[in-house]
């Protein structure tokens, strides 16, 4: 590591190949490959700030390669997915699935054969009604998931008889998933509806025997997102409806299992590292990616027909759509604590042939169809601010439900051209660096 003589309180470290050389061999790049990683470290109050000027460990930029897939078009019951919800990995690498069009919470092996259901659909010992999805693993190898149909959270052992079941709140559905730290906390949402809105998230912390301790409000701003609203009244009952303007900054965060949060306003390229020992936060350049013209508009007819479900009248009535994308979008953290940024990219049409078929909306006419899609990339920087590099998935990368990413591996949600879920489990691959 080189260091350049600057103001005190400013410091630029370009790391060399010893490090990347390591980094890189162990995400299965040629062990030979250097690259370098410019940054610049500054301490602002009890804040350091990480600055990537330049470079990464890997260099060029990572794809993700398909090593296995669970999911088919016609077969076995077990592997016709129809809406996974939820998803989880074990130490052993067999993969949990909650499909909530069964409902069925489904493990597979390592090599995507189906083993068992777990539970089943009902309200007695280890069964479910209405789960949102919320799945993990905890350190001693049980299995929870978030059922507020049944105002609990239900845990399995590994072999599918019922663990327990821990206290939850009724009817509140959400899609943040649970998290789990390394000292073997559950994190699982709520909201505070008795307080005036806005409603403030926070998380409900459970011990491993099922004692919830202390709430940890999640991270907030000053910032007001751009936002668009719906308002109907009929019979003396009102419904409304609040969404954010396409491609307008929003407020983002996640857990690390590292037990701290992770946030930032995607105003600006800037993302904080909630740690016990001080703030972290870092910092990329990011050039700006230009909102198309005809994605613009395909993105209006999108919002407009979703908010005259509400409101059949509705006209625009917030700010109008930004010219360019945000400097990120969402944020997700692996097992190892390394944070993975979602990053814009110019939008691509989708083919005509691969386009949903409009479907009516409550007066009889057709609705728009989504006619854009955006590449899935992401930014991965480790624990202590060091830029790794950028990862490009493929065409079908699906971010909801939440991916699991532990080291080089990555399992998530593929949908093909026809829509079909499938299970899929990606390794990194990166190419050997360019960098003299």
Known sequence: MTREPMNPMRRVFVLLSPLIIVTAAACGSDAGAASRWVAEIDT?????????????????????????????????????LGNVRGLAVDHEAAIFAYDAQVPALRKYDRHGRFVMNFGREGGGPGEYRSSDG???????????????????????????????????????????????????????????????????????????TGVAHDTIPA????????QIRAEFSRNGNTSR????????????????????????????YAILLHRPEGLLRIERAAEPVSVDPAEKTNAEEMS????????????????????????????????????????????????????????????GSLRAVRRWREPTVFDVFEPDGHYIGRVRAPTGFSMNPSPVIRGDTIWAIHRDDLGVQRLTRYRIQTEPSTHP
């Open 44 to 80: 602002v109050g009890d804040t350091i700030v990480v600055r990537t000027i330049s470079g990464g460990v890997w260099g060029s930029e990572a794809t993700l390669v398909t090593e296995l897939q669970i999911g088919e078009l016609e077969g076995e019951d077990e592997y016709l």
């Open 134 to 208: 919320g799945l993990a693993i905890l350190p001693d190898g049980r299995i929870v998931l978030r059922d507020q149909g049944n105002a609990r959270m239900q845990l399995w052992h590994t072999d599918g008889s019922p663990a327990a079941e821990w206290r939850y709140i009724s009817g509140f559905s959400t899609s943040t998933p649970m998290f789990v730290d390394t000292a073997g906390f559950t994190y699982t949402p709520m909201i505070d509806f008795g307080a005036p809105p806005p409603w403030k998230t926070s998380l409900a912390r459970y011990d491993a």
């Open 304 to 363: 407009t027909d979703n908010m005259r479900s509400t409101q059949p009248d509705w006209r625009w009535n917030g700010p109008g759509i930004p010219d360019t994308k945000p400097p990120f979008n969402t944020l997700l953290v692996s097992e190892e604590g390394r944070v993975w940024v979602t990053v814009p990219q110019p939008g691509e049409r989708i083919p005509d042939d691969e386009l949903d078929e409009p479907r009516p909306g409550p007066d």
């Open 241 to 268: 409806s609040i969404n954010s303007v396409p491609f307008s900054p929003t407020e983002q965060w996640t857990f690390s299992p590292l037990g701290y949060f992770v946030s930032g306003v995607s105003t600006r």
């Open 219 to 226: 991270p907030t701003t000053d910032y007001q997102p751009p």
